[in-house]
């Protein structure tokens, strides 16, 4: 992990200078001197209808799948388009009340993954859907998750700036900037979006073919290698936008799951029953949700507690300047920042964390009691910082919020039950605080860094975050009812995995069967890294995702290191046709996201209005198993061929640049 701030040397007129250039950064597109309108009715309005329609869309497809897709994209190309319309009519809109709105809309998605991975685990402990306790929780997490981002966003998105790419936040800044200049970028972007969205037309509409190609093996007496991977537009260009060292280390961490871990256990016999009998890929997949994503789970608990270590002088500036502030002295100071550096005032920050945590013991619907309220609260604020740096590193698709609820059971329960606590709804409701605070703040610092390249007013979004967040918790409850009702979580059409999965943790640790020993494994595992000196967080998370998610993204990032260096032997000393297709490759990338987050809303609308084959796939081809495997390995060479062609199509020599 990279040094944090607490191995900074004493104030020097030097160390200044360096945090100035780090706070000037990249020059954002609409300067700080210029006005531009931004949090206006009108992107107000758009954003908060589209918050709801990318609400319901995730609570179904997280609920069907396990996984929520990313919203800001798809918001922002939706935006575009219906400003596009606006100015028809003589009605104008700005890049910066388009982010507005993509701002706003991507809370709703956000806060979806948060309700549907604990909230709805509930109706596994055979307790009915509470709609008003749902909104309470969804709001109060919500608000936590935006608040304790403030104080770290100078920290992660301008100081962090060249470390962490946000790849989701990047690619969206790509997307309104190609928009809003209607040069090269936007038929870069369109080419991308046309390849992803046919591409997963295909795969998910058609079942064409298999995106997901895996296969297990033994090799001599030990049992369980497992590799593979679901080969999406959008992870691959998630790979392309973080690099090959990140996701060099994402993959690092998959291996040692998939091909050592998971062997060892399966050759042991630590098999669980339901798959002892199972085909070899089966008992792999068993034993990673029995066993491994408790070591993910204890190396981000490490991890997360590092991170925080990194960064604690940055967390002791900003109470620092919270004191100040509320003592009345760091007004003026604060009065004094650039447009672009403008955040909520600190004492917003405190004296809301405060209310929410009274709030959290006092409101009757909560029940988590004093410290379930107190565990609530401080494992929110590590977790939403440790949110913040991973979606910096693998982007909000690859967020492991799930993860870091389950840590935040484990913690809770352990000190719950040493007081005498037995419901493991308690235990659920104070995780699910955490896991909402946890995706919200993921969600916005990916909005903030798209700003900060903007050169948008983080305070603005802040406030757009806010009032998404409170709509959003509104109609949280009303949805998840209705499918509850419609469908019933935990049937076939929506088995709610990760919900299922929280509610049997949360037992397990107040019976006693949870799996301490593999959350010690990955703690140790964590902490040796750290003497390392190797990034912890991107591991871990390798560990706990699926192998599926692991591998593309690494397939992207070898994509990215195999382009640059063949660019890198056309270039010229100053590097800058390197630059020039970097940036046609983010922009590509940024096509592929938003076309497969789209389509991923098509296919959601489709299942919920019942159109089409409800299993599957809507429209299925019906073609054979094998057949379908075939034709996926010629759609990915054919994806990834396409993505490299338009990369370094007509790109200029080095002279030209």
């Keep these: 992990m990279a040094h944090g701030p607490s191995e900074e040397k004493p104030d020097t007129s030097e160390s200044r200078t360096a945090r100035e250039r780090a706070e000037r950064g990249p020059s954002p597109y609409v300067p700080a001197g210029r006005s531009v309108a931004e949090l206006t009715i009108k992107a107000v309005a758009i954003g908060l209808a589209l918050n709801v329609v990318m609400l319901t869309a995730n609570m179904y497809l997280g609920m069907r799948s396990g996984m929520t897709i990313s919203a800001s994209i798809p918001a922002a190309v939706i935006s575009m388009g219906l400003f596009y319309g606006l100015r028809q009519a003589g009605i104008g809109g700005t890049i910066l009340e388009n982010n507005i709105v993509q701002t706003m809309t991507s809370a709703g998605e956000a806060l979806a993954a948060g309700v549907i991975f604990t909230i709805a685990g509930v109706t596994f402990l055979d307790q009915p859907i509470d709609i008003v306790n749902t909104a309470i929780v969804a709001v109060l997490g919500g608000l936590l998750g935006v608040l304790f981002m403030i104080p770290m966003r100078r920290y992660l998105i301008v100081d962090k700036h060249e470390e962490l790419p946000y790849p989701e936040g990047t690619a969206c ?140 002088r940055t967390i002791a500036d900003a109470l620092g300047t919270a004191v100040a502030e509320i003592r009345g002295s760091g007004a003026a100071a604060t009065g004094g920042r650039k447009r672009t550096q403008r955040d909520l005032p600190m004492k917003v920050v405190v004296v809301g964390a405060v209310l929410i945590a009274l709030a959290l013991v006092a409101v009757p619907q909560v029940q988590v009691g004093l410290l379930g309220g107190f565990i609530a609260v401080i494992a929110a604020f590590l977790f939403v910082a440790v949110s913040a740096y991973l979606v910096g590193v693998v982007g909000s698709s690859s967020n492991p919020v799930s993860g870091m609820a389950v840590a935040t059971i484990l913690i809770a329960a352990l000190a719950l039950r040493s007081t005498g606590v037995t419901d493991p709804v308690v235990v659920l409701v104070t995780a699910s605080v955490v896991a909402i605070a946890a995706a919200v703040a993921g969600d916005t610092s990916q909005d903030l860094k798209t700003g900060y390249l903007l050169g948008a007013t983080p305070r603005n979004q802040q406030i757009a975050q806010m009032i998404g967040i409170a709509l959003s918790a509104l109609f949280a409850g009303w949805v998840l009812y209705f ?175």
């Design 173 to 312: 800044a790509d997307v309104l900037e190609a928009g809003s200049r209607g040069d090269e970028g936007v038929r870069l972007i369109s080419f991308g979006f046309l390849v992803s969205f046919v591409y997963m037309w295909l795969a998910s509409g058609m079942a064409a073919f298999r995106t997901t190609i895996q296969t297990a093996f033994s090799v001599g007496e030990t049992d369980g290698f497992a590799i593979g991977g679901d080969f999406t537009p959008a992870l691959i260009g998630v790979g392309y936008i973080i690099g090959p060292r990140i996701a060099g280390y994402v993959f690092g961490g998959g291996l040692i799951a998939w091909m050592m871990l998971i062997p060892l256990l399966i050759t042991g016999g630590f098999v669980p029953e339901s798959a002892a009998d199972a085909a070899l890929m089966t008992q792999a997949e068993a034993v990673w949700d029995e066993y491994i994503r408790y070591v993910g789970a204890g190396a981000m608990i490490v991890g997360g507690f590092y991170a925080i270590l990194s960064m604690r």
């Design 483 to 657: 499918f509850h009702q419609a469908y019933g979580i935990g049937s076939e059409t929506i088995p709610a995995p990760q919900a299922g999965m929280m509610a049997l943790i949360s037992e397990g640790v107040l019976t006693g069967t949870a799996q301490w020993g593999m959350i010690l494994i990955g703690a140790v595992f964590a902490f040796v890294l750290i003497l390392m000196d190797v990034p912890v967080l991107p591991f871990a998370v390798g560990i706990y995702l699926p192998i599926t998610l692991a591998t593309p993204i690494f397939l992207g990032g070898l994509l990215r290191a195999g382009i640059d260096r063949y660019v890198s032997r056309r270039d010229d000393e100053d590097g800058s046709l390197a630059e020039h297709t970097t940036s046609r490759g983010r922009i590509v990338a940024a096509g592929l996201i938003t076309g497969e987050a789209i389509m991923g809303i098509v296919i959601g609308a489709l299942y919920i209005t019942g159109t089409g084959n409800a299993e599957g796939a809507p429209f299925p081809l019906g073609l054979g198993g094998q057949t379908q495997t075939i034709l996926g390995v010629v759609a990915l060479a054919a994806l990834v061929g396409l993505f490299a062609t338009s990369v370094l199509r007509n790109a200029p020599d080095a002279a030209d640049q």
